[in-house]
């Protein structure tokens, strides 16, 4: 009878402490009849011996099973660390209508899976940035392109989401622009901020504005970009040729004339947007310090 009233108050104490136990993100289970010893210790129960055991160990105590619950990546990483996060989409295409190109162009979102974290926001969010810009370039041509450019570059954007894992996605942003004009010479259309707040924050983490495209190709990227200055309209890719009209950032890819004639057309870049992570994503492994060791999440 003592020994089956032993059996119900071990079961009793391991139930307590399967629930209870936690060690930082670690909780202890054990099956067995639980001991502690007091000259090893200076806690005087089950559950503060074994945590005061795990602490001073950095392992699990023999004869336990530890298990590492998930940590939020929000209360673990910092500005610069990698994450592994793999758009849904395979395909996406974008209109003609909103490019001014002479056809509907296609993007494969999923080939950027490596971001970079460039903001934690306080409700726990974290803003990353991807690490190479697209494979394959759009193009933006003459006024359609130029009208519908930040717009464009807003749609391209969300392409990048992942509603497992994404908040909201958005583009390297310029203040006070309109994303779609109903004509070039708005002057809202021509609005702009240089650095922008997220080329500040790529480049505090990167240490530059530029990157290279996931292929190797040598493809500028988007920078969101949009003028009007002294009668001409232009908007800029950023990449390894740099221009004086962007200064350390960027390169100028298309212009024309007041009167909508083409003046110069380059313009092909790759994308490379930015996205939101939600705040309760979990952690499972990786420790975010290189690409080879991003962090993987759950």
């Known amino acids: 009878m003592k020994k089956r009233i032993k059996q119900i108050i071990g079961v009793i104490i391991g ?33 503060d011996s074994l945590d005061e055991l795990y602490n001073k160990t950095g392992k699990c105590p023999e004869g336990q099973y530890c298990y590492t619950a998930p940590v939020a990546l929000s209360d673990k990483v910092e500005l610069g660390d990698y994450i592994r996060m793999t758009p849904t989409s395979t395909s996406y295409t974008i209109s003609k209508d909103l490019t001014g190109y002479t056809s509907d162009q296609t993007i494969n979102p999923s080939e950027l899976n490596i ?11 974290v803003d990353a940035v991807s690490v190479y810009s697209s494979e394959d370039g759009i193009y933006f041509y003459g006024v359609v392109g130029y009208t519908n450019y930040i717009g464009a570059l807003k749609i ?18 310029y203040q006070g622009q309109e994303e779609h004009c109903k004509s070039y010479q708005e002057e809202d259309c021509q609005k702009y901020e240089f650095p ?11 240490g530059t504005y530029l990157t290279n495209p996931k292929s190797g190709k040598n493809l500028r990227y988007w920078g969101g970009l949009r003028e009007g200055p ?20 960027g390169y100028l890819m298309l212009r024309f004339d007041d009167d909508g004639s083409l003046v110069e057309m380059n313009g092909l870049a790759s994308l490379r947007p930015i996205i939101t992570l939600k705040s309760d994503i979990k952690l499972k492994n990786g420790d975010g310090k290189s690409e080879s060791t991003a962090y993987e999440i759950e």
Do not use: P
């Open 15 to 47: 139930i307590i402490i399967g629930i209870s136990t936690t060690v930082g993100a670690t909780t202890i289970f054990n099956s067995k009849d639980i001991t502690y010893s007091s000259d090893k210790t200076s806690k005087t129960n089950v559950k």
């Open 115 to 125: 971001w970079r974290v460039i903001k934690k926001n306080e409700d726990g969010t």
């Open 196 to 206: 922008s707040e997220d080329l500040s924050l790529i480049n505090k983490v990167f």
């Open 230 to 249: 002294l009668g001409q309209y232009w908007i800029a890719g950023i990449g390894n040729e740099i221009g004086s009209t962007c200064i350390e950032c």
């Open 156 to 173: 391209l954007a969300s392409s990048y989401s992942n509603s497992k894992y994404v908040f909201k996605t958005r583009y390297i942003s």
